[in-house]
Nanobody, 115 residues
Framework: QVQLVESGGGLVQAGGSLRLSCVASRSIFGIKSMGWHRQAPGKQRELVAG???????NYADSVKGRFTISRDNAKNTVYLQMNSLKVEDTAVYSC?????????WGQGTQVTVSS
């Protein structure tokens, strides 16, 4: 079992920034498939940013150039830096990772961007 706990969400004005954190209860060292998704009411969950199993990163087109995913293995933490936030970024953001072929999800953190 792996627990993932997100934090850093909140209310921010359009154009502002937030940094989300995801702390894992198990070491993330060597865990390459980790990332962030988001889900807005009435919409499907979508990938925002992630590390792939070959060590590269990928981003949704809608956030490319504004969001940056990073990690600190020593802290078992994955981050999502969100800049130039837009109203349409409003959603619940969840992190996930795969350990030994099993994917675990956090409960999510709400990000609300106001105009």
């Amino acid at each position: 079992q792996v627990q993932l706990v997100e934090s850093g969400g909140g209310l921010v004005q359009a154009g502002g920034s937030l940094r989300l954190s995801c702390v894992a209860s198990r070491s993330i060292f060597g865990i390459k498939s980790m990332g962030w998704h988001r889900q807005a009411p009435g919409k499907q969950r979508e990938l925002v940013a992630g590390f792939t199993n070959d060590g590269s990163t990928n981003y949704a087109d809608s956030v490319k150039g504004r969001f940056t995913i990073s990690r600190d293995n020593a802290k078992n933490t994955v981050y999502l830096q969100m800049n130039s936030l837009k109203v349409e970024d409003t959603a619940v953001y969840s992190c996930n990772g795969r350990w030994y072929a099993v994917t675990f999800w956090g409960q999510g953190t709400q990000v609300t961007v106001s105009s």
